[in-house]
């Protein structure tokens, strides 16, 4: 997803510190503004079922060339399930009734399955990483 000039690719970071198992994505956005990538959703600015339509809106305006990621938790209970989902098209919030699929691509972490915080620390930082590693200086 990182191809390009860094300004092509805008990250909307959902969830809430309130819920441990909603924080994924506000963890990543702690982290993603220590690079230089455009982010959306941290502790300190939430992005969450309050407010994501009005801020994925504003991201399409100001950003229209650009392509948006989503990373979130999703919740699923299934044997074996992945850790994390990368999926190449967008997203439907969880716990959002409107079933509006918002992004270009998505991250997703499985936070039902694996609810150790070490685990979601553990993810946060590979994960932090790899983008930093796609990211033109």
């Not at 441990?20 to 690079?35: A, P, R, T, Y």
């Not at 801020?55 to 392509?67: A, L």
């Amino acid at each position: 997803f990182l191809l390009g000039d860094n300004s092509d690719v805008v990250f909307l970071c959902l969830g809430t510190k309130k819920y441990f198992n909603d924080s994924f994505g506000v963890l990543m956005g702690d982290e993603l503004k220590n690079i230089k990538v455009i982010s959306f959703g941290s502790s300190k600015r939430e992005v969450n079922g309050t407010n994501f339509l009005k801020v994925y809106d504003f991201i399409r305006q100001k950003y229209k060339n650009s392509k948006i990621v989503l990373i979130d938790s999703v919740f699923s209970g299934e044997k074996n399930s992945p850790i994390l989902i990368y999926q190449n098209y967008g997203a439907i919030p969880a716990g959002i009734c409107n079933n509006k699929r918002i992004g270009d691509e998505s991250i997703l972490f499985n936070s039902f399955s694996y609810i150790k915080k070490d685990i979601i620390e553990k993810v946060v930082k590979m994960l932090t990483n790899m983008i930093k590693k796609c990211v033109k200086n």
